[in-house]
């Protein structure tokens, strides 16, 4: 499976949420970091959103995972990500 995160430097919800998904063991996946300040359109879209996490589906088009709150446990992100 293939993630992207939306997020940017020195945001620390961003930071927690990429510390999460790094502890993550009982799912394989491929994570993409996208820097929101490095494209205008990712900005416009994201700049009040982010930590934004999507999954590429097989069709290669993103889908927005439901946002996962930044004190839950990485065992509740794994089982968020095996549900998808």
Known sequence: ??????????????????????????????????DIATNSDWFDRYQYEIPVL??????QQEQELPRF?????VEKLEALLNKI
């Open 69 to 73: 709150p930044p004190r839950s446990p």
């Open 1 to 34: 499976m293939k993630l992207i995160l939306y997020s940017k430097q020195g945001c620390c919800l961003c930071e927690g949420l990429l510390t999460k998904l790094q502890q993550v063991k009982n799912v394989d996946f491929e994570l993409e970091i996208r």
């Open 54 to 59: 999507c999954k590429l589906n097989a069709q």
